[in-house]
């Protein structure tokens, strides 16, 4: 269990649970920020324009993220409201994962920038750079209820249907459990960071 770490390695405990933390915040705003700016009020009347980390994630996914190392967020999110139809449902399904994928390479950046500095931690760059490189790859596989799923439905609608099925809860479970997938996720991270060092 994830929980093990803090009494193994507190220092990276409390990184990872703060980058992650960090991350699915701004993950969520940027969903709500384009939803917006697409013609739905909806996250601003349910109080998401926020930074505060408990709306976008609740205490059961903190609470959830130091016990087993995972976590989730949400954002209300009306589509009915958008007013370009699939273009805004893509647009605001992708915004999230090219979040993570931004912040990604601005850390990888500042990696660079501050590699023979004691100034700032590059072990907290370098985890902060992978953890969010691997959302971003986890968002965009195409199984419900991941972002990639609402991708994939931008361009064909009739998969819709399942964006809410319990099957999809269970295919996401199930590839959590094929041994090295989760690892193979962070490893193509890693080679991607690997890559600029």
Not at 100 to 112: P, T, V
Not at 180 to 197: D, K, P, Q
């Amino acid at each position: 269990m994830f929980i093990n770490t803090l009494i193994q390695n507190p220092v990276f405990f409390f990184r990872y649970i703060a980058i992650l933390i960090i991350s699915i915040t701004l993950h969520e705003l940027c969903h709500g920020v384009v939803a917006m700016a697409q013609g739905d009020n909806t996250p601003k009347k349910a109080g998401h324009i926020t930074l505060n980390p408990v709306v976008h994630m609740g205490w059961q996914s903190i609470i959830f993220l130091c016990i087993a190392g995972i976590s989730w967020g949400q954002m209300p999110i009306n589509p009915n409201k958008f007013r370009n139809g699939r273009i805004s449902d893509f647009l605001v399904s992708v915004a999230g994962p090219l979040c993570n994928l931004a912040l990604g390479f601005i850390l990888i950046g500042l990696l660079l920038s501050f590699y023979n500095s004691e100034i700032v931690s590059t072990e907290f760059l370098h985890l902060a750079a992978r953890v969010n490189l691997t959302l971003f790859f986890l968002n965009i596989l195409p199984i419900p209820p991941l972002d990639g799923f609402h991708i994939f439905c931008s361009f064909f609608p009739s998969f819709k249907p399942f964006q809410d099925s319990p099957i999809g809860m269970f295919g996401l479970i199930i590839i959590f459990l094929v041994p090295g997938f989760a690892e193979g996720l962070v490893m193509l991270s890693e080679l991607i960071i690997r890559s600029f060092l």
